[in-house]
């Protein structure tokens, strides 16, 4: 099982990225895909995920500027975010599971995680 996300860098205030999770050696269609972040000194929280059914969830944080999508025939989720701001300074991990419920994030397989700074 792999997960590899990418995408991460410094960005500015109101800015955009997009990060890819590609994933492999596991039925993506049957399991949920989740973005989990990290901030220096905090507890990695959930942000958001998407079940095989693409039923999707975000925590209140991140409503209205971040979208998660999947690409079955990639094996791929992404997770565009708009508007950042510097609280979303974090190291973004995407993780496989069966658990996205918005209370309960994919924990069961995880990739690396990439840096996104967010600068004022």
């Known amino acids: 099982v792999q997960l590899q996300a990418s995408g991460g860098g410094l960005v500015q205030v109101g800015g955009s990225l997009r990060l890819p999770c590609a994933t492999s050696?596991?039925?993506?269609?049957?399991?949920?895909i989740g973005w989990l972040r990290q901030a220096p000194g905090k507890e990695r929280e959930g942000i958001s995920c998407?079940?095989?059914?693409?039923?999707?969830y975000y925590t209140e944080s991140v409503k209205g500027r971040f979208t998660i999508s999947r690409d079955n025939a990639k094996k791929t989720v992404y997770l565009k975010m708009n508007s950042l701001k510097p609280e979303d300074t974090a190291v973004y991990y995407c993780a496989a599971g069966l658990a996205c419920d918005g209370s309960h994030y994919p924990k069961d397989y995880w990739g690396q995680g990439t840096q996104v700074t967010v600068s004022s």
């Open positions: 050696g596991f039925a993506f269609g049957d399991y949920a």
């Open positions: 998407i079940t095989g059914r693409t039923h999707t």
